[in-house]
Protein backbone atom coordinates (compact mmCIF):
# COMPACT_ATOMS: atom_id res chain seq x y z
CA UNK A 1 0.00 0.00 0.00
CA UNK A 2 1.13 3.85 -0.69
CA UNK A 3 2.21 5.99 1.28
CA UNK A 4 -0.09 9.43 0.54
CA UNK A 5 -0.54 13.11 1.40
CA UNK A 6 -4.36 13.37 2.34
CA UNK A 7 -4.14 17.02 3.10
CA UNK A 8 -5.75 17.94 -0.06
CA UNK A 9 -8.53 15.20 -0.39
CA UNK A 10 -12.08 14.74 -0.07
CA UNK A 11 -13.89 11.72 0.28
CA UNK A 12 -16.75 11.06 -2.50
CA UNK A 13 -19.11 7.71 -2.02
CA UNK A 14 -18.27 4.33 -3.87
CA UNK A 15 -21.45 4.68 -5.34
CA UNK A 16 -21.56 8.58 -6.80
CA UNK A 17 -17.70 7.26 -8.01
CA UNK A 18 -18.66 4.23 -9.33
CA UNK A 19 -21.75 6.05 -10.61
CA UNK A 20 -20.54 8.55 -12.59
CA UNK A 21 -17.15 6.19 -13.83
CA UNK A 22 -20.07 4.21 -15.75
CA UNK A 23 -21.95 6.82 -16.99
CA UNK A 24 -18.66 8.66 -18.38
CA UNK A 25 -17.48 5.45 -19.99
CA UNK A 26 -20.65 4.98 -21.77
CA UNK A 27 -20.59 8.33 -23.13
CA UNK A 28 -17.31 7.82 -24.72
CA UNK A 29 -18.91 4.24 -26.29
CA UNK A 30 -18.15 1.20 -23.58
CA UNK A 31 -21.13 -0.87 -23.13
CA UNK A 32 -22.76 -0.69 -20.01
CA UNK A 33 -21.48 -4.03 -18.87
CA UNK A 34 -18.26 -3.25 -19.72
CA UNK A 35 -18.32 -0.10 -17.91
CA UNK A 36 -19.24 -1.49 -14.40
CA UNK A 37 -16.24 -4.16 -14.83
CA UNK A 38 -13.82 -1.13 -15.89
CA UNK A 39 -15.20 0.97 -13.02
CA UNK A 40 -15.12 -1.76 -10.33
CA UNK A 41 -11.52 -2.36 -10.92
CA UNK A 42 -10.57 1.11 -11.02
CA UNK A 43 -12.46 1.41 -7.48
CA UNK A 44 -10.87 -1.73 -6.43
CA UNK A 45 -7.26 0.09 -6.41
CA UNK A 46 -8.59 2.76 -4.60
CA UNK A 47 -10.27 0.13 -1.64
CA UNK A 48 -7.00 -0.76 -1.52
CA UNK A 49 -5.22 2.25 -0.91
CA UNK A 50 -3.18 1.26 -4.61
CA UNK A 51 -3.94 5.18 -5.61
CA UNK A 52 -1.67 5.27 -8.63
CA UNK A 53 -3.49 3.05 -10.23
CA UNK A 54 -7.66 3.89 -9.34
CA UNK A 55 -9.27 7.26 -10.07
CA UNK A 56 -5.69 9.45 -10.33
CA UNK A 57 -5.93 7.21 -14.07
CA UNK A 58 -9.67 7.14 -14.84
CA UNK A 59 -9.27 10.16 -17.25
CA UNK A 60 -5.55 9.94 -18.73
CA UNK A 61 -4.94 6.13 -19.23
CA UNK A 62 -8.83 5.34 -20.06
CA UNK A 63 -10.73 8.08 -21.17
CA UNK A 64 -8.34 10.18 -22.98
CA UNK A 65 -6.96 7.08 -24.56
CA UNK A 66 -10.49 6.20 -25.95
CA UNK A 67 -10.85 10.12 -27.27
CA UNK A 68 -7.30 9.68 -28.84
CA UNK A 69 -8.73 6.74 -30.63
CA UNK A 70 -5.81 4.40 -29.68
CA UNK A 71 -8.04 2.00 -27.34
CA UNK A 72 -11.22 0.74 -28.74
CA UNK A 73 -14.47 1.84 -26.18
CA UNK A 74 -15.98 -1.65 -27.52
CA UNK A 75 -14.24 -4.63 -26.90
CA UNK A 76 -13.51 -7.78 -29.03
CA UNK A 77 -12.78 -10.78 -27.24
CA UNK A 78 -11.67 -13.41 -29.70
CA UNK A 79 -10.26 -16.92 -28.79
CA UNK A 80 -7.68 -17.46 -31.40
CA UNK A 81 -6.46 -21.04 -30.14
CA UNK A 82 -8.18 -23.55 -26.91
CA UNK A 83 -7.23 -26.70 -25.36
CA UNK A 84 -8.90 -27.73 -22.29
CA UNK A 85 -6.51 -25.99 -20.42
CA UNK A 86 -5.44 -23.12 -22.00
CA UNK A 87 -6.39 -20.11 -24.33
CA UNK A 88 -4.95 -17.55 -26.19
CA UNK A 89 -7.08 -14.43 -26.96
CA UNK A 90 -6.80 -11.47 -29.02
CA UNK A 91 -8.08 -8.16 -27.50
CA UNK A 92 -8.14 -5.80 -30.39
CA UNK A 93 -7.62 -3.32 -28.37
CA UNK A 94 -10.18 -3.03 -26.63
CA UNK A 95 -10.89 -2.23 -22.62
CA UNK A 96 -8.09 -4.24 -20.93
CA UNK A 97 -9.79 -4.97 -17.77
CA UNK A 98 -12.91 -6.12 -20.03
CA UNK A 99 -10.24 -8.52 -21.98
CA UNK A 100 -8.69 -9.30 -18.15
CA UNK A 101 -11.92 -9.95 -16.45
CA UNK A 102 -12.77 -12.37 -19.31
CA UNK A 103 -9.57 -14.45 -19.55
CA UNK A 104 -9.01 -14.70 -15.68
CA UNK A 105 -12.99 -16.15 -15.58
CA UNK A 106 -11.51 -18.08 -18.38
CA UNK A 107 -8.48 -19.92 -16.33
CA UNK A 108 -10.73 -20.41 -13.47
CA UNK A 109 -13.45 -22.20 -15.21
CA UNK A 110 -11.07 -24.52 -17.13
CA UNK A 111 -8.93 -25.00 -13.14
CA UNK A 112 -12.10 -25.90 -11.71
CA UNK A 113 -12.69 -28.91 -14.93
CA UNK A 114 -9.01 -29.52 -14.98
CA UNK A 115 -6.84 -28.33 -11.80
CA UNK A 116 -5.15 -25.56 -13.29
CA UNK A 117 -5.64 -23.08 -16.20
CA UNK A 118 -4.04 -20.38 -18.37
CA UNK A 119 -4.94 -17.62 -20.60
CA UNK A 120 -2.45 -15.32 -22.73
CA UNK A 121 -3.71 -12.13 -24.07
CA UNK A 122 -2.73 -10.29 -26.75
CA UNK A 123 -3.47 -6.95 -28.45
CA UNK A 124 -4.97 -5.77 -25.06
CA UNK A 125 -4.62 -2.11 -22.91
CA UNK A 126 -3.86 -0.92 -19.49
CA UNK A 127 -5.29 -3.60 -17.28
CA UNK A 128 -5.35 -1.40 -13.86
CA UNK A 129 -4.58 -3.17 -10.72
CA UNK A 130 -2.74 -7.26 -11.30
CA UNK A 131 -4.05 -8.19 -7.83
CA UNK A 132 -7.83 -7.43 -9.04
CA UNK A 133 -7.66 -10.74 -11.04
CA UNK A 134 -5.17 -12.80 -8.94
CA UNK A 135 -8.29 -11.96 -5.91
CA UNK A 136 -10.83 -13.49 -8.51
CA UNK A 137 -8.90 -16.91 -8.71
CA UNK A 138 -8.30 -16.69 -4.72
CA UNK A 139 -12.74 -16.33 -3.91
CA UNK A 140 -12.67 -19.76 -5.67
CA UNK A 141 -10.37 -21.01 -3.46
CA UNK A 142 -7.57 -21.34 -6.13
CA UNK A 143 -4.31 -19.58 -6.30
CA UNK A 144 -4.12 -17.00 -9.03
CA UNK A 145 -0.90 -15.43 -10.66
CA UNK A 146 -1.24 -12.93 -13.68
CA UNK A 147 1.38 -10.44 -15.21
CA UNK A 148 1.27 -7.65 -17.89
CA UNK A 149 4.04 -5.91 -20.29
CA UNK A 150 4.30 -2.50 -20.57
CA UNK A 151 5.33 0.44 -22.09
CA UNK A 152 9.63 0.61 -21.79
CA UNK A 153 10.37 1.92 -18.70
CA UNK A 154 12.90 -0.60 -17.29
CA UNK A 155 16.54 -0.21 -18.10
CA UNK A 156 18.38 -3.86 -17.63
CA UNK A 157 21.28 -4.19 -15.08
CA UNK A 158 24.22 -2.28 -16.47
CA UNK A 159 21.76 -0.28 -18.87
CA UNK A 160 20.26 2.71 -19.37
CA UNK A 161 17.88 2.71 -22.11
CA UNK A 162 14.30 1.98 -20.61
CA UNK A 163 13.44 -1.65 -22.22
CA UNK A 164 11.24 -3.36 -20.53
CA UNK A 165 7.98 -2.64 -18.44
CA UNK A 166 7.22 -2.63 -15.03
CA UNK A 167 6.13 -5.67 -15.23
CA UNK A 168 4.05 -6.98 -12.15
CA UNK A 169 4.39 -10.59 -11.46
CA UNK A 170 1.41 -11.04 -9.46
CA UNK A 171 -0.01 -14.03 -6.81
CA UNK A 172 -3.24 -14.19 -5.32
CA UNK A 173 -3.22 -17.68 -2.60
CA UNK A 174 -6.25 -17.99 -0.48
CA UNK A 175 -5.91 -18.38 2.86
CA UNK A 176 -7.60 -19.15 6.39
CA UNK A 177 -7.99 -15.57 7.45
CA UNK A 178 -10.06 -12.43 6.52
CA UNK A 179 -7.99 -11.59 3.28
CA UNK A 180 -6.04 -13.42 0.97
CA UNK A 181 -2.36 -13.28 0.32
CA UNK A 182 -1.68 -11.06 -2.65
CA UNK A 183 1.92 -9.87 -3.66
CA UNK A 184 0.89 -7.59 -5.99
CA UNK A 185 4.07 -5.21 -7.51
CA UNK A 186 6.12 -4.26 -10.57
CA UNK A 187 9.50 -5.58 -11.42
CA UNK A 188 10.93 -1.67 -10.88
CA UNK A 189 11.76 0.03 -7.19
CA UNK A 190 8.71 2.30 -8.70
CA UNK A 191 6.39 2.19 -11.38
CA UNK A 192 5.36 4.76 -13.91
CA UNK A 193 1.78 5.85 -12.02
CA UNK A 194 4.15 6.54 -8.58
CA UNK A 195 6.06 8.73 -10.25
CA UNK A 196 2.42 10.18 -11.49
CA UNK A 197 1.07 10.75 -8.34
CA UNK A 198 4.29 12.48 -7.34
CA UNK A 199 3.89 14.84 -9.71
CA UNK A 200 0.43 15.69 -9.58
CA UNK A 201 0.93 16.26 -5.79
CA UNK A 202 4.42 18.61 -6.43
CA UNK A 203 6.74 16.04 -5.17
CA UNK A 204 10.06 14.59 -6.39
CA UNK A 205 10.89 11.10 -7.14
CA UNK A 206 12.91 10.35 -4.83
CA UNK A 207 16.77 9.59 -5.69
CA UNK A 208 17.68 5.95 -6.81
CA UNK A 209 14.67 5.50 -8.34
CA UNK A 210 15.29 6.59 -12.05
CA UNK A 211 18.56 6.94 -14.23
CA UNK A 212 19.28 9.10 -17.28
CA UNK A 213 21.18 8.01 -20.16
CA UNK A 214 24.39 9.11 -18.18
CA UNK A 215 23.65 7.06 -15.72
CA UNK A 216 22.71 10.08 -13.43
CA UNK A 217 19.56 9.91 -10.98
CA UNK A 218 16.64 12.06 -11.51
CA UNK A 219 14.54 13.50 -9.23
CA UNK A 220 12.03 15.87 -10.77
CA UNK A 221 8.59 14.22 -11.45
CA UNK A 222 7.57 16.23 -14.07
CA UNK A 223 10.45 15.80 -16.11
CA UNK A 224 11.06 12.03 -15.26
CA UNK A 225 7.44 11.54 -16.84
CA UNK A 226 8.57 13.37 -20.16
CA UNK A 227 11.98 11.73 -20.26
CA UNK A 228 10.34 7.93 -20.02
CA UNK A 229 8.46 8.55 -22.98
CA UNK A 230 11.27 10.32 -24.97
CA UNK A 231 13.63 7.49 -23.84
CA UNK A 232 16.64 10.03 -21.78
CA UNK A 233 15.34 8.32 -18.37
CA UNK A 234 14.67 4.59 -17.42
CA UNK A 235 13.71 2.97 -14.27
CA UNK A 236 15.84 1.33 -12.35
CA UNK A 237 15.11 -2.63 -11.71
CA UNK A 238 13.40 -4.01 -8.32
CA UNK A 239 16.78 -4.22 -6.15
CA UNK A 240 18.47 -0.93 -8.05
CA UNK A 241 21.19 0.36 -10.00
CA UNK A 242 23.56 -2.68 -11.03
CA UNK A 243 24.03 -6.16 -9.07
CA UNK A 244 25.13 -4.66 -5.33
CA UNK A 245 21.63 -4.88 -4.24
CA UNK A 246 20.15 -7.40 -6.43
CA UNK A 247 19.52 -5.21 -9.40
CA UNK A 248 19.90 -7.92 -11.66
CA UNK A 249 17.15 -9.96 -9.68
CA UNK A 250 14.21 -7.48 -10.75
CA UNK A 251 15.56 -7.20 -14.20
CA UNK A 252 15.56 -11.05 -14.47
CA UNK A 253 11.74 -11.43 -13.18
CA UNK A 254 10.66 -8.19 -15.07
CA UNK A 255 12.00 -10.16 -18.20
CA UNK A 256 9.93 -13.16 -16.85
CA UNK A 257 6.80 -11.39 -17.27
CA UNK A 258 8.15 -9.79 -20.83
CA UNK A 259 8.25 -13.17 -22.25
CA UNK A 260 5.23 -14.70 -20.37
CA UNK A 261 3.24 -11.55 -22.13
CA UNK A 262 4.81 -11.74 -25.90
CA UNK A 263 5.65 -15.07 -26.62
CA UNK A 264 2.71 -17.26 -25.71
CA UNK A 265 0.30 -15.36 -27.77
CA UNK A 266 2.78 -14.07 -30.20
CA UNK A 267 2.57 -11.17 -29.24
CA UNK A 268 4.62 -7.49 -28.88
CA UNK A 269 7.26 -6.61 -26.64
CA UNK A 270 9.96 -4.42 -25.63
CA UNK A 271 9.93 -1.19 -27.98
CA UNK A 272 7.51 -2.22 -29.90
CA UNK A 273 4.78 -1.28 -26.95
CA UNK A 274 5.89 2.27 -26.80
CA UNK A 275 2.61 3.96 -28.25
CA UNK A 276 4.77 5.94 -30.40
CA UNK A 277 4.59 4.97 -34.26
CA UNK A 278 6.93 5.74 -37.04
CA UNK A 279 6.15 9.61 -37.35
CA UNK A 280 5.64 10.49 -33.68
CA UNK A 281 2.08 9.84 -33.97
CA UNK A 282 -0.02 7.73 -30.94
CA UNK A 283 -0.68 4.24 -31.69
CA UNK A 284 -2.27 1.52 -29.71
CA UNK A 285 -0.04 -0.24 -26.95
CA UNK A 286 -0.80 -3.82 -27.99
CA UNK A 287 -0.08 -5.34 -24.84
CA UNK A 288 0.11 -8.70 -23.27
CA UNK A 289 -1.19 -10.36 -20.54
CA UNK A 290 -1.33 -13.77 -18.83
CA UNK A 291 -3.25 -15.67 -16.26
CA UNK A 292 -2.96 -18.73 -14.28
CA UNK A 293 -5.65 -20.31 -11.93
CA UNK A 294 -4.51 -23.42 -10.24
CA UNK A 295 -7.02 -24.78 -7.97
CA UNK A 296 -5.96 -25.89 -4.27
CA UNK A 297 -8.98 -28.68 -4.22
CA UNK A 298 -7.02 -30.51 -6.96
CA UNK A 299 -4.00 -30.61 -4.01
CA UNK A 300 -4.89 -31.24 -0.84
CA UNK A 301 -7.91 -29.95 -0.40
CA UNK A 302 -8.76 -26.02 -0.26
CA UNK A 303 -9.14 -25.90 3.88
CA UNK A 304 -5.76 -28.31 4.42
CA UNK A 305 -4.04 -25.21 2.18
CA UNK A 306 -5.62 -22.21 3.36
CA UNK A 307 -4.85 -23.64 7.14
CA UNK A 308 -1.36 -24.17 5.99
CA UNK A 309 -0.99 -20.84 4.31
CA UNK A 310 -2.63 -19.28 7.02
CA UNK A 311 -0.05 -20.28 9.84
CA UNK A 312 2.72 -19.39 7.79
CA UNK A 313 1.86 -15.66 7.64
CA UNK A 314 0.68 -15.61 11.30
CA UNK A 315 4.17 -17.50 11.80
CA UNK A 316 5.49 -14.49 10.37
CA UNK A 317 3.77 -11.58 11.12
CA UNK A 318 4.56 -12.95 15.08
CA UNK A 319 8.52 -13.36 14.95
CA UNK A 320 10.84 -10.75 16.68
CA UNK A 321 10.88 -7.46 15.42
CA UNK A 322 12.97 -4.62 14.36
CA UNK A 323 13.74 -2.19 17.20
CA UNK A 324 11.19 0.36 17.38
CA UNK A 325 9.28 -1.43 14.58
CA UNK A 326 5.81 -2.12 15.81
CA UNK A 327 4.49 -4.43 13.37
CA UNK A 328 5.17 -7.49 10.99
CA UNK A 329 2.87 -7.22 7.57
CA UNK A 330 1.94 -10.01 5.24
CA UNK A 331 1.13 -9.21 1.58
CA UNK A 332 -2.46 -8.10 1.22
CA UNK A 333 -3.04 -6.80 4.77
CA UNK A 334 -2.27 -3.66 4.73
CA UNK A 335 -4.90 -3.34 1.89
CA UNK A 336 -7.54 -5.27 3.71
CA UNK A 337 -6.92 -2.92 6.69
CA UNK A 338 -7.13 -0.33 3.99
CA UNK A 339 -10.40 -1.62 2.39
CA UNK A 340 -12.15 -1.63 6.64
CA UNK A 341 -11.04 1.99 6.80
CA UNK A 342 -12.68 3.26 3.49
CA UNK A 343 -15.58 1.02 2.82
CA UNK A 344 -17.68 3.61 4.37
CA UNK A 345 -15.78 6.59 3.90
CA UNK A 346 -15.82 6.58 0.40
CA UNK A 347 -12.46 7.25 -1.99
CA UNK A 348 -10.03 9.80 -1.02
CA UNK A 349 -9.96 12.57 -4.23
CA UNK A 350 -7.17 15.14 -4.45
CA UNK A 351 -7.18 18.86 -5.93
CA UNK A 352 -5.86 17.59 -9.34
CA UNK A 353 -8.24 14.62 -9.69
CA UNK A 354 -10.90 16.88 -8.99
CA UNK A 355 -10.28 19.24 -11.71
CA UNK A 356 -10.32 16.09 -14.17
CA UNK A 357 -13.43 14.85 -12.84
CA UNK A 358 -15.27 18.39 -13.18
CA UNK A 359 -13.58 18.50 -16.68
CA UNK A 360 -14.68 14.91 -18.13
CA UNK A 361 -18.64 15.66 -16.60
CA UNK A 362 -18.63 19.12 -17.74
CA UNK A 363 -17.27 17.50 -21.54
CA UNK A 364 -19.54 14.38 -21.94
CA UNK A 365 -22.89 16.75 -20.13
CA UNK A 366 -23.30 14.66 -17.13
CA UNK A 367 -24.59 15.95 -14.13
CA UNK A 368 -23.38 14.46 -10.98
CA UNK A 369 -22.32 16.61 -8.19
CA UNK A 370 -19.50 15.79 -6.02
CA UNK A 371 -18.52 16.72 -2.18
CA UNK A 372 -15.66 18.72 -3.04
CA UNK A 373 -17.63 21.50 -5.24
CA UNK A 374 -20.21 22.17 -1.78
CA UNK A 375 -16.74 22.84 0.48
Known sequence: MENINKDDRTYISWELIGDFMVAAFEKVGVPHDDAL??????????????????????????????????????????????????????????????????????????????????????????YGIAGYYATMATKENMIGITGTNARPSIAPTFGVENMLGTNPLTFGIPTDEEFPFVLDCATSITQRGKIEYFARSGKDTPEGMVISRDGKALTDSNQILIDLVNGSAALAPLGGIGEELGGYKGYGYATVVEILSAALQAGSYLKMLSGIGNRGEKVPYHLGHFFIAIDTNAF?????????AGEILRALRSSNKAPGERKIYTAGEKEYLTYLERKDKGVPIGQTVQKELIEVRDRLGLTHRFQFEED
Open 37 to 126: ICADILMESDRRGIESHGCNRFKPIYIDRINAGIQNPVTQFEVIKETPTTAVVDGHDGMGMVVSYKSMNMAIEKAKKYGMGMVAVRNSTH
Open 300 to 308: MGADEFKKT
